[in-house]
């Protein structure tokens, strides 16, 4: 009771110092939640995917493209329930500062696949109906204040032109981790728009989305969708939704281990702040520890004291940032939106966030508290005179 | 001082010494002492020869390297750490030079420290502490920080902290250095009092003959060895 009296009165007894190692916690476990929460927004769209969907594509590229034809026949094999299919449109709005992703989309199946793609009944038959209508996410809609009716113009990419698409509909995500930033249309205005302007490249899709009866049967099913086409023009990879995602991550994969990596080194660098402080505040404070010595205080008891003070400063650093962290990642998520289409604070960055001031609380004070336990109660005293 | 009186502190055959480097100082040769129950002792001597070092293995915050410490029955000398703390917190009152106080607790709170480690409940902490306080005449400053007190008043409740546990004996290292005269003089004041109305054994190191002068036995250490018993004129 009255130790951990002691031991509050003891953490502010220095208030600048005590104040600015608590600041630099502070900031140091923001840094490192917005960090942490980088690094879960990269691995967004993996954590999105179901394991009740494969994708096929191409099995030389992405860039290269599958005939339409592929449908009936993957729609015959054992454990294919549903199959959809779009082309990524790689359409610009405006210029390219406004990058979103948007894709062509067999729509029907493409709801039916994606179930965490909410839209109001009346405003996805208004879509459905509508062959040049296009949906976009929330967070798209209101960056760029889209209102259902706007006609959106996108400037294509891979297929040329300008392209006007009426907005019908503005989806949610069902879930935290479900793409609010993207804009779908119907795969047949493109295509027939190719049929006219580009023959050759009518007719193509850039992936298959497939849904299975079974996520246990993926394996199986992805290598009996690939020997179909086996030996064909245009042979195909077909992989989980998962693994897709994955194999976009892994060509950024240096930039996630680099922000990892500085997530970590943030925290070994305020272990040292606080280390530093928590040696001086106990150097300064040893006469006083070999006094309790000398009254009969225990070891155990001035470890306590030491190790204590300083999880109180890492504890309420690491409470104030992870505070922060929630309006910040907010900040970050609007101003962010176009590159993490999902950025929110996970309850394990919490959990690391509090596992990282124990850490450094604990392991800061471990060296000081060791050494006023095994200071000589005499020589401590004679420092004080 | 009569002679029947028990021993409370028996010395044997006390060695200690220094090591600085590779160098070996010898501070305490063949010490040899008793000291009888009630009794008021003062060590006196040049700095440097060895009076706190003596006093701080008397107290078990020091220990020696060779020879004997008995106190109240207790063989101190072969104690454990664990078990000389846990002596410590029952047998011994410390009052130190500069006081020593924690400077964040209350004078309340600081004459309460030792109590700590006694079973007491907190109702009995507390009237233990008002005792202590009233015996040096602080009743009025219990929740004044040491910072907020005279050296004086300082020193007074570092001596209610020391007795509040009602320890074996009272060991004070030149409680008086760093006082005025008048302060010092109400600080030995006070622990003449303790000695004669209280029957506390107390030990106590000075190099200042008024502050000896207070005791019934002064004894001299020099270069480590303690010299002739000088009964003091009183
Ligand atoms: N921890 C220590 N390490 C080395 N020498 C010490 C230590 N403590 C005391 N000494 C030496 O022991 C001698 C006696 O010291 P001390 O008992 O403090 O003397 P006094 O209290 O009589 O002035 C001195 O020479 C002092 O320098
Ligand atoms: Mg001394």
Redesign the interface.
């Known amino acids: 009771m009255k130790i951990l009296k002691l031991l509050f009165k003891n953490a502010f007894r220095h208030k600048l110092r005590t104040g600015l190692t608590i600041l630099g916690m502070t900031i140091a476990i923001l840094a490192f939640g917005l960090l942490r929460t980088v690094v879960s927004a990269w691995y967004a769209g993996v954590e999105a995917s179901s394991a009740n969907r494969l994708v096929t594509r191409n099995s030389i590229s992405l860039v290269f493209s599958l005939p339409i034809s592929y449908k009936e026949k993957i729609r015959q094999v054992d454990g294919v329930k549903l199959v959809s299919y779009g082309n990524w449109f790689g359409g610009i709005y405006i210029d390219e500062k406004h990058f979103f992703a948007n894709f062509a989309v067999e729509p029907t199946s493409y709801l039916e696949l994606y179930p965490e793609i909410v839209l109001p009944p009346d405003r996805k038959d208004a879509f459905l109906r509508d062959r040049k209508g296009a949906i976009a996410g929330r967070k798209l809609a209101e960056r760029f204040g889209w209102k259902i009716g706007d006609t959106v113009t996108l400037k294509g990419t891979i297929f040329p032109g300008n392209w006007d698409f009426v907005l019908r509909g503005i989806y949610y995500g069902r879930d935290k981790s479900t793409d609010e930033t993207t804009l779908l249309f119907h795969w047949d205005y493109l295509n027939e728009t190719m049929k006219k302007t580009v023959p050759r490249r009518a007719d193509q899709v850039g992936f298959f989305m497939i849904g299975i009866t079974n996520p246990n049967l993926a394996a199986e099913v992805s290598v009996a969708i690939d020997k179909l086409f086996k030996n064909s023009l245009a042979e195909t990879l077909t992989e989980t939704e998962k693994s897709f995602q994955l194999s976009f991550i892994s060509m950024t994969e240096a930039i996630v281990v680099a922000i990892q990596l500085v997530s970590f080194v943030v925290i070994i660098i305020i272990l040292a702040v606080v280390a530093n402080t928590m040696a001086m505040t106990t150097r300064e404070r040893m006469g006083e520890y070999a006094i309790l010595k000398a009254l009969g205080f225990g070891g155990g008891y001035i470890a306590a004291l030491i190790l204590g003070e300083s999880l109180v400063i890492t504890s309420i650093g690491s409470v104030l940032g992870v505070a922060a962290t929630f309006p910040a990642a907010h900040y970050f998520s609007s101003a962010l939106s176009a590159f993490f289409p999902v950025f929110n604070v996970a309850p394990g960055t919490i959990y690391m966030d509090i596992a990282a001031s124990f850490i450094v609380g604990i392991a800061a004070a471990v060296i000081p508290a060791l050494r006023a336990v095994n200071i000589r109660i005499a020589d401590g005293l004679r420092r004080i005179g | 001082m009569e002679n029947n009186k028990p021993l409370i502190v028996q010395i044997r055959d006390l060695y200690k010494s220094y090591r600085r480097g590779a160098q070996i100082i010898p501070v305490l040769e063949n010490i040899t002492l008793d000291i009888q129950e009630g009794e008021f002792l003062a060590l006196m001597g040049p700095s440097g020869s060895g009076k706190?070092?003596l006093l701080?293995l008397i107290?078990g915050?020091?220990g020696a390297d060779s020879g004997n410490i008995k106190i109240g029955g207790v063989e101190i000398t072969s104690l454990s750490e664990?078990e000389l703390?846990?002596?410590?917190?029952?047998n011994?009152g410390?009052i130190?030079?500069?006081y020593?106080l924690?400077?964040?607790?209350t004078a309340f709170?600081n004459v309460?420290?030792?109590l700590?480690?006694t079973g007491l409940s907190k109702k009995e902490r507390r009237e233990h502490v008002a005792v202590a306080l009233r015996v040096v005449g602080l009743s009025d400053r219990i929740d004044h920080y040491p910072g907020q007190l005279s050296g004086g008043q300082q020193q007074r409740v570092a001596i209610a902290r020391a007795v509040v546990t009602d320890p074996t004996i009272l060991v004070a290292d030149e409680p008086t250095g760093d006082l005025d005269r008048v302060s010092a003089r109400e600080v030995l004041d006070l622990i003449g009092r303790l000695n004669t109305e209280s029957g506390k054994t107390i030990i106590m190191v000075t190099h200042d003959p008024r502050a000896a002068e207070r005791a019934h036995l002064i004894k001299h250490l020099d270069k480590g060895v303690l010299h002739e018993d000088t009964k003091a004129s009183l």
Do not use: G, K, M, Y
């Open positions: 706190s070092t701080n107290a915050i020091d664990t703390a846990h002596w410590r917190a029952n011994v410390f130190f030079q500069f020593n924690i400077p964040v607790l709170e309460e420290l030792p700590l480690l």
